[in-house]
């Protein structure tokens, strides 16, 4: 079993910033890309950022020099530090991550979300 949880969401004024953080738990023998999807009320769900396991990262470009992910491999944790928020960034954020476990090879795994709400 493997769960992925997100934490850090929740409501910040324009301009302001939150730092997301997901954490993966379970029989994980290791962790290749980790990822980080959004989705907004109406819309579709769109990529954010990802950083594969040596650190290298790529971003949607609107979330370019705003937006910073980075992980921690000893603790199975990605984070996604947002500064500079706008109220179009309100959205349900999502942890996504590329796991190996033993004797079942490489699945995609989905946390449940983190509501971000910019508003003043």
């Known amino acids: 079993q493997v769960q992925l949880v997100e934490s850090g969401g929740g409501l910040v004024q324009p301009g302001g910033s939150l730092r997301l953080s997901c954490v993966a738990s379970?029989?994980?023998?290791?962790?290749?890309?980790m990822r980080w999807h959004r989705q907004a009320p109406g819309k579709q769900r769109e990529f954010v950022a990802a950083i594969t396991s040596v650190g290298r990262t790529n971003y949607k470009d609107s979330m370019k020099g705003r937006f910073t992910i980075s992980r921690d491999n000893a603790k199975n944790t990605v984070y996604l530090q947002m500064n500079s928020l706008k109220p179009e960034d309100t959205a349900v954020y999502y942890c996504?991550?590329?796991?190996?476990?033993?004797?079942?090879?490489?699945?995609?795994?989905w946390g449940q979300g983190t509501q971000v709400t910019v508003s003043s």
């Open positions: 379970g029989s994980i023998l290791s962790i290749n890309d």
């Open positions: 996504n991550a590329q796991i190996r476990r033993a004797l079942r090879g490489t699945s995609d795994y």
